[in-house]
C-alpha cells in the first residue's frame, strides 16, 4: 500500500499540505480545524500507541510481544484531517452551527 499525496493535500481552500502527522500537527497548531484539536490529537495518538493489541489477536505476528493497531491510527489522523477542512468549509460550518443551534434549543424547551 502506497500513500496517496494527492488525497490528503492542503491547497484544497487555502490549507497546508497535511500528508504527514507532522503536517498535520503543524496545520493544527497554526490555527486550522477546531480549538483544542491539536492537544486533542496528540491525547488520542498517545492513547493509541500505549494501547496494544495481543499478539494471540494477530497471526502473522509471532516474535512480538504486542504491536499497535495502525488501522485505528490512521483513522484517527483521517478524522482530524477531515475537521480540518471541515473548519475551513464555511458553508459547512455555518450549517453545522445552526444544526447545533437547533439541537440545543430544543433541548430547553424540554
Do not use: K
Amino acid at each position: 500500500m502506497s500513500a496517496q499525496p494527492a488525497e490528503h493535500s492542503g491547497g484544497h481552500l487555502g490549507l497546508p499540505p497535511m500528508d504527514t502527522v507532522q503536517e498535520l500537527r503543524a496545520a493544527l497548531r497554526a490555527g486550522h480545524g477546531f480549538p483544542g484539536d491539536a492537544e486533542h490529537l496528540d491525547a488520542e495518538l498517545a492513547e493509541q500507541l500505549l494501547r496494544r493489541v495481543p499478539v494471540d489477536q494477530v497471526a502473522e505476528v509471532h516474535e512480538l510481544g504486542t504491536v499497535v493497531d495502525l488501522v485505528t491510527v490512521a483513522e484517527i489522523l483521517a478524522a482530524y484531517r477531515g475537521r480540518v477542512h471541515l473548519s475551513a468549509d464555511r458553508e459547512a460550518t455555518a450549517a453545522t452551527d445552526e444544526v447545533v443551534a437547533e439541537l440545543l434549543a430544543r433541548q430547553g424547551a424540554e
